[in-house]
């Protein structure tokens, strides 16, 4: 993995000052609490995954646009202290369908290039006031596995500039989804079977590579050529090892999801660069499964940790990384497997996952490590604007709603 | 022993043969007889205590020994605190930045549940249905720090039956678990995921099975009465007939034939009976009234077979004795009949006279007022199980303290038309805020998931819980699993602490009990080892 130096302290000691005094002078007394200049964190979720000490977390356009060292600053009401709390990137579920609306699946034809799960896509949706407060500020949503090709995912932030309630698009161009295992298989239509899944697999790229000019064949040319992301989606081991023997050297990023255990091929996929996706876990699960990103993460495979939201609850994303890292996953790794690496399987590392100047100031406040499930989710900001604070929320659920 | 020692003689006689010989090996055998009779207790003595050295200690009850000694003895807790000093001899544990915490107790398990769901009676035990050889699972637990677990009686909609708790201690043999208490709760489910109509019923059904266990202590009062009238309308006869002529047997044969008819003073021998209830069955004794009239077969545990064919048995025998007898010397009096023995009452009226609460498992938001209601009308202690939607009616639980024990807290809404639908993960933040008491548990219908009671504790305690533990909000999660737990299962003079006297159930951990990074290193259950790490085994730690 690689990260972006952070900036010269210099640099970005000057940066801060000129961002305070010009944005100070434009910003409106009402909007200083929503939308900070600067955000004081006790603690901070450094690129690496570790846990660093005292920062000062300068905003700018909704950016962030520098991380101090411990200093005093002038106190300013357009200043968020947070001086006991641990700030987070903001927690991507990488594996949702939130927001989605219907069926997200074309039943009639396997091989759906042409398929985008975005126009799928409800802004309004409470889904994404529950991802919020459990500290999830985006998503990639797949459509659903079910088909050879399946189509394109989309990244979507739950909540921005517009409304607090509302997603919005980062991307609506993700990686195309690949579907390997019994889920693609049906009586009505081609696959049938593994083999004649993988035969029917091999052909569609081959033909996709001549001269034709039909649309549903360009995102294949990409995939072809190296030049789009592939998420495989598999059912077992032996899925694994196919799509990665297909697909998996083609694309330019792969992911690949995986729904059961898959130690025996931990070599093999570190071997490929490929990035695991793993969850979301449950106290129902055996050890074996629980143990899948401790023993692949430790082999060297880049994971990322899914919580599968809404399917499972908002929950579920912190709990998966809190399981894995009891059943053997490193702490820094799984802080990672829950920001960087899901920002970097969803292809939109470039904006968020990090805390790093430039990136998306799209950021979780913590009462504590985000992986202790004792913390508590104290305040989110997408895009640098609060979208939600807990002591504002505390009493809005005793009229009933949910 | 006797044998022992005339052996020892034997062989010493055929050795040498000496008068003075003799005497010395009669002091021998003395010494040797005295000896093996204060070997126990000398054992005891010497017992090696174990000593956990310079933890940090969090006690259950909020406070925390930064750096302190825990001794276990006997397996308990002879010591804890900065100044325990280790006895002589004793296994030391190196406790040097570890955390030792009580065993957490899961207030709403399946762990080593089996055999599927209650036949739907309250004589039902959960205790018959627990496997102690299921070790792997325990195992399982152990290695996330539980050590007790209250299993329900769970079936369907209904009463179903009496719950146990369980300390997962080692066993005899390969088996672990032992009970605690066999009737620690009534169990009764409201069958929320059902139609409206069917719940309705269900109520109704289970209403009317409080109003029976009512209505069979009134009969058995009224027997009471009508015996006591019997009785002394008999004296009467039997006084006007001595006065009439001395030597009349009738009254001796009856009384040979029948135990339970008339002595000379019935009041007395009432209270003899009631007496001997209260010395078997400690605790027992608020209704001896009652019980004094049943068959010598019901002063065993009220199975149903037993208690109920023995005082068929016995009724019937009475019956035509009486009837004979009443025939033939007094055609006016009648002996009352007996109330038929009703186990099923027997245990309801258990959870009526408070001796355990009634457990009550409801979802949905008019599940639960109904069963206030229940609670309400039968004058119960209620507990409400699962309570999904409790937030929505907190104001009403809180009035009439009622508290809850809330299962997964992380539980999925996603399939609307169930009665989870309007799960929150903040139900527990809702109900702290209204005042209403509340548990956690690891849910009544997941046995894999005892283990991860800690996680979700913190999942329920980190949305805003405001109790604080020491200061903190912290540890709010840990003390609901320790001396909260213990206090609500009524076992806090047992465990739950760590304190001087009580149960030494301790968890070691690697560091924080919080940090998921921490791992079980040890757990002692009734100061036995019960789980060692594989980490320190390989060790040889």
Known sequence: MQFVRSTPMVCSLIAAATTVVASGAHARAQNSQRAPTAIVAGRYVAPDGTIGPKRIITLSNGKIAAILPDAKIADDAKIAYYNDAVVCPGLIDVRSSMGAYGNTVESAFSVDPGVSVIDSFVPDHRDFRLAVESGITAALIAPAPANLVAGSCAVVKTGGKTSARAGSVLRDDGPLVFGFGPATWKYDREPTSRIGAMAMLRSTLADSRGSSQHPQHAKLQAIASGKLDAMLFCNDAMDVGAALRSVGKLAANVSIVHTSDVHDLAEEVAGSKAMMIVGPYSFSMTQRTLSTAGVLSGAGVDVALAGRMPIEGGHALRQTASLAVRYGMDPAKARLAITLNAAKAAGVSNRIGAIRPGMDADLVIFSGDPLRLDSRVLAVYIDGIRVYSADEQQTALAGGQR | ?541
């Open chain 2, 1 to 541: 022993m006797h044998l022992l020692a005339m052996k020892t003689r034997h062989f010493t006689f055929s050795m040498a043969g000496g008068l003075l010989r003799r005497r010395y090996v009669r002091l021998f055998a003395i010494a040797f007889f005295v000896a093996l009779h204060v070997a126990p207790a000398h054992g005891q003595l010497l017992e090696r205590a174990t000593v956990i050295t310079d933890a940090r200690i969090m006690t259950g009850s909020g406070l925390v020994i930064e750096k302190g000694s825990i001794i276990i003895k006997g397996g308990k807790i002879e010591a804890v605190g900065a100044t325990a000093k280790a006895p002589f001899l004793s296994k030391k544990v190196a406790g040097a930045g570890k955390t030792v915490t009580p065993g957490l107790i899961d207030v709403w398990s399946t762990l080593g549940r089996t055999g599927g769901a209650s036949d739907g009676k309250a004589t039902s035990r959960a205790q018959d249905g627990f496997d102690r050889y299921a070790r792997n699972d325990f195992r399982e637990a152990l290695r996330h720090g539980v050590t007790t677990i209250y299993i329900g009686a769970d079936g369907g909609a209904g009463i179903n039956g009496t719950a146990a708790i369980i300390q997962l201690a080692p066993g005899a043999g390969k088996s672990a678990g032992i009970v605690r208490e066999k009737d620690a709760a009534l169990c009764v489910n409201f069958g929320s995921d059902r139609s409206p109509i069917a719940r309705i019923k269900t109520f109704a059904a289970i209403r009317k099975q409080f109003q029976s266990a009512i209505d069979y202590r009134e009969s058995l009062e009224d027997y009471d009465e009508d015996l006591k009238e019997y009785v002394k309308k008999l004296e009467e006869l039997r006084n006007k007939e001595d006065g009439d002529k001395k030597g009349d047997e009738s009254p001796k044969d009856e009384k040979s034939t029948d135990d339970k008819t008339p002595a000379p003073d019935p009041g007395d021998d009432e209270k003899e009976d009631g007496d001997k209830e209260e010395e078997k069955e400690d605790g027992d004794g608020k209704h001896t009234s009652l019980r004094s009239f049943f068959a010598p077969g019901s002063e065993k545990t009220p199975l149903a077979e037993d208690g109920s064919d023995d005082d068929k048995q016995g009724d019937s025998g009475k019956d035509g004795d009486n009837n004979g007898d009443e025939k033939k010397d007094e055609d006016e009096l009648k002996k009352p009949a007996k109330p038929a023995f009703d186990a099923v009452s027997h245990v309801i009226l258990k959870s009526i006279d408070h001796e355990f609460p009634v457990r009550i498992e409801a979802h949905r938001s008019d599940g639960i007022l109904n069963a206030l209601a229940l609670a309400d009308e039968f004058n119960l202690d209620i507990v409400i199980e699962g309570a999904t939607e409790a937030y929505l009616v907190a104001d009403a639980l809180a009035t009439s303290e009622v508290p809850v024990v809330l299962g997964q807290v992380g539980r999925t809404a996603v399939f609307e038309d169930t009665e989870f639908r309007r799960h929150t993960t903040r139900n527990a933040e809702l109900l702290t805020s209204a005042g209403v008491r509340w548990m956690i548990g690891s849910g009544g219908h997941d046995p894999t998931a005892a283990r991860f009671i800690a996680f979700n504790s913190q999942l329920a305690t980190s949305n805003g819980y405001k109790k604080s533990f020491n200061g903190s909000t912290q540890y709010a999660w840990l003390y609901k699993l320790t001396g909260d737990a213990s206090r609500f299962l009524s076992m806090s003079r047992r465990i739950g602490r760590i304190e001087q006297g009580m149960e030494a159930d301790l968890v070691i951990w690697s560091g924080d009990p919080g940090d998921p990074s921490s791992i079980v290193e040890r757990v002692f259950v009734g100061g036995k080892l019960a789980y060692l790490a594989p980490q320190l085994s390989e060790g040889g730690s």
